[in-house]
């Protein structure tokens, strides 16, 4: 909520009515807060920070989901799942860092794996990483709720996580147990275009 009122805040510049014989009130000065990044070594992300909106979902991107604090993970066998949690100084692996491509929409976005395949949504639901080229099954819409991310892949569902690390996009509705923070190093847009 604070990025965005802030946003609206710059946007959107009102002035008081001033009438004539009005004494001038003082203003105080108030602190701005900076969106600087500052580097905190024991931090469990350190160079990667949340993006916010879907301007900044490109480059490289992490998929955390929020339950299990675990990244997605590609493997060798171009299955999809769930990564090791880890110790909180520890990088996420080649694995789990995959790569956001922009989509045929402003809201959709294409992932390509780190073994150079894109994520792809299967006919039962299933996600994979064995396509080589972008096509409908490849976009994932974002969608941005409260804090959190999901994804909604082409057959209308969004992201679902199975008991045994399976990743799919079967679920109706979001719901906690499917939202994901969206992280990423690149560096941060200021009202840019695609």
């Given at each position: 909520k604070?990025?965005y009122?802030?946003?609206?805040?710059?946007?959107?510049?009102?002035?008081?009515?001033?009438?004539?014989?009005?004494?001038?009130?003082?203003?105080?000065?108030?602190?701005?807060?900076t969106?600087?990044?500052?580097?905190?070594?024991?931090?469990?992300?350190?160079?990667?920070?949340?993006?916010?909106?879907?301007?900044?979902?490109?480059?490289?991107?992490?998929?955390?989901?929020?339950?299990?604090?675990?990244?997605?993970?590609?493997?060798?066998d171009?299955?999809?799942?769930?990564?090791?949690?880890?110790?909180?100084?520890?990088?996420?692996?080649?694995a789990?860092?995959?790569?956001?491509?922009?989509?045929?929409?402003?809201?959709?976005?294409?992932?390509?794996?780190?073994?150079?395949?894109f994520?792809?949504?299967?006919?039962?639901?299933?996600?994979?990483?064995?396509?080589?080229?972008?096509?409908?099954?490849?976009?994932?819409?974002?969608?941005?709720?409260?804090?959190f991310?999901?994804l909604?892949?082409?057959?209308?569902r969004?992201l679902?996580?199975?008991?045994?690390?399976?990743?799919?996009?079967?679920?109706?509705?979001?719901?906690?147990?499917?939202?994901?923070?969206?992280?990423?190093?690149?560096?941060?847009?200021?009202?840019?275009r695609?």
């Amino acid at each position: 909520k604070q990025w965005y009122q802030r946003r609206v805040r710059e946007a959107v510049k009102s002035s008081k009515l001033k009438f004539k014989g009005e004494k001038k009130k003082r203003k105080r000065k108030r602190e701005e807060k900076t969106d600087e990044w500052v580097e905190d070594p024991t931090a469990r992300h350190r160079v990667w920070w949340i993006v916010r909106d879907i301007l900044d979902v490109r480059g490289s991107v992490l998929l955390e989901h929020t339950e299990s604090t675990s990244y997605i993970t590609a493997r060798e066998d171009a299955s999809i799942g769930l990564g090791d949690v880890r110790e909180q100084t520890e990088d996420p692996e080649n694995a789990e860092i995959f790569t956001a491509l922009p989509g045929s929409a402003d809201d959709k976005v294409a992932i390509k794996t780190g073994y150079d395949k894109f994520l792809s949504v299967g006919v039962d639901g299933g996600i994979t990483g064995r396509s080589e080229a972008i096509g409908m099954r490849e976009e994932f819409q974002l969608v941005f709720e409260e804090g959190f991310q999901t994804l909604q892949g082409c057959n209308g569902r969004y992201l679902t996580f199975g008991e045994d690390g399976s990743i799919g996009c079967t679920a109706e509705e979001v719901k906690d147990s499917n939202k994901v923070i969206i992280r990423t190093r690149e560096t941060r847009t200021v009202n840019q275009r695609r």
